[in-house]
């Protein structure tokens, strides 16, 4: 998932690729990608850039673990890339991903709020849940003909799959 930063999209299932192999010549692993099902799930990307989670958050026996990152850095860098997509795009979304236990930190918080200051000057910023995101995008973006489409709301509920 999250094959693009700032863009919704419809959901595919079942693309596949081939492995990359390092001990193989580009020739024999370097293939395009087999598309999967177009689907009627919209999907809402994630980013790591845009995560509070990967810098700042210790986690033992992780080789990208940092622990400590100056929040500073980490607001420049989400900073940017809000400035980028705001010049390069008309409509653009900003999921940016919050941990509790990474930005309920003082001076992380202090971060979010600059952050959230630095958006706000910009004409036609509005802040919506990631619901009204998807109803926007699919009000605007057809499903695509032949689209698997997820089951209807509560309907697995209502009857649950059995477990083999």
């Given amino acids: 998932m999250a094959h693009h930063d700032c863009q919704m ?3 595919r299932t079942g693309d596949t690729w081939t492995k990359i ?7 024999d692993w370097m293939k395009p990608l087999v ?11 994630g980013s790591w850039y845009i995560d509070d989670l990967p810098p700042m958050m210790f986690i033992k026996n992780s080789a990208n673990s940092h622990g400590w990152v100056n929040p500073r850095d980490i607001e ?5 890339h809000f400035d980028y997509f705001y010049r390069e795009y008309d409509e653009f979304i900003f999921p940016m991903t ?6 309920g930190r003082p001076h992380v918080l202090l971060m979010h709020e600059r952050i959230i200051e630095h958006i706000n000057k910009h004409e036609g910023v509005e802040w919506v849940t990631f619901e009204q995101m998807a ?5 605007k973006n ?6 698997k489409m997820p089951a209807p709301r509560g309907e697995i509920l209502k009857n649950p799959p059995l477990n083999p």
Wanted: glycine content about 6%.
């Fill in 98 to 103: 919050i941990h509790p236990d990474v930005s």
């Fill in 135 to 139: 109803d926007d995008f699919k009000s």
């Fill in 9 to 11: 999209y419809w959901l």
């Fill in 21 to 27: 192999d390092y001990t193989k010549n580009a020739k």
């Fill in 76 to 80: 420049d860098i989400w900073k940017d």
């Fill in 35 to 45: 598309k999967g099902e177009e689907t009627g799930l919209v999907e809402i990307p």
């Fill in 142 to 147: 057809p499903v695509p003909a032949g689209a």
